[in-house]
């Protein structure tokens, strides 16, 4: 088997949360990925294969006000920013992926965020 990377275990914990975390019509997932300078979130139809709303911090906003990606309040400014997408297009109900990271930091930051701006999950 060998020794496993960082990167190969949270690939792991992601594929097992998908096998129970399905996107619906009525209930999107909330899919977070995020790298060492970068957060991406976005809100996918599975049963469609659609990503229904985009939001991250490689965005032209972001790099006019110079807030980065890679700490706690660029992450919360790319949450409340996909709540507000979302909820334009009529989505109120999401169920939120993780993405195989540990709930803590810039993905708790995102995910309280995207509560605040008026989403439910």
Do not use: C, N, W
């Not at 097992?16 to 019509?25: E, F, H, L, Q, S």
């Not at 996918?44 to 939001?55: G, K, P, S, W």
């Not at 980065?68 to 989505?91: C, H, M, P, T, Y």
Request: glycine letters at 10%.
């Amino acid at each position: 088997m060998g020794v496993k990377t960082k990167h190969e275990k949270r690939k792991r914990r992601h594929l097992r949360v998908r096998r129970r975390v399905v996107g619906t019509p009525e209930r999107p997932r909330l899919s977070v990925f995020r790298s060492q300078k970068h957060i991406y979130a976005q809100v996918i139809d599975d049963t469609a294969q659609r990503t229904l709303v985009a939001a991250s911090s490689v965005e032209p906003s972001f790099r006019e006000d110079k807030v980065s990606g890679a700490d706690v309040e660029g992450a919360a400014r790319v949450g409340k920013l996909l709540a507000e997408r979302a909820i334009q297009k009529g989505l109120k109900k999401v169920v939120f992926d993780r993405g195989g990271y540990l709930y803590h930091g810039r993905i708790k930051a995102l995910a309280e965020a995207a509560r605040e701006g008026g989403l439910d999950f």
